[in-house]
């Protein structure tokens, strides 16, 4: 019996923490619930006519498309007349983790590239940052006690 009740604590203290990982996600981190696809958000400046707060010039304008798992695949930044400003293309290994980020200029050109290193729990060890032309830019590593 002692051992029964310990197979299903281990169990569920398993399942448990499969379900937390799960939720570490952009979509968690912005607070969206759901299957969300895509996310459209455009910030106007705020302005007032005859007392009344309306809509002006457009700040910000941003796409962000998800993957299955709910993290970002790419991030599209758009001028105010609806130009590209910025493309962000994500990749993730197979437990979610985020292993490499680029940014693109306008014309398809790379901006910056980044890269990711996780240990076998999960935690971030590493991350470099590459110049356009792949040289290394910076580097950090993560210690953990």
Do not use: R
Request: net charge neutral; charged share 30%.
């Amino acid at each position: 019996m002692k051992k029964v009740l310990t197979i299903v604590l281990a169990m569920f203290f398993l399942a448990f923490c499969e379900k937390s990982n799960a939720q570490k996600n952009d979509l968690a981190e912005l607070k969206l619930n759901g299957k969300v696809k895509s996310l459209k958000e455009i910030l106007y400046e705020a302005m007032i006519k005859s007392g009344e707060v309306v809509k002006g010039d457009v700040l910000t304008n941003e796409q962000i498309i998800f993957n299955e798992k709910g993290n970002k695949l790419e991030e599209n930044n758009f001028n105010p007349d609806g130009s590209l400003s910025s493309k962000h293309i994500y990749k993730y290994d197979k437990k979610g983790n985020k292993t490499e980020e680029n940014w693109f200029n306008p014309d398809g050109s790379l901006n910056d590239k980044w890269t990711y290193k996780y240990d076998n729990k999960g935690n971030k060890i590493e991350v470099n940052s590459f110049n356009p032309d792949g040289s290394l830019n910076d580097k950090a590593t993560y210690k953990y006690d």
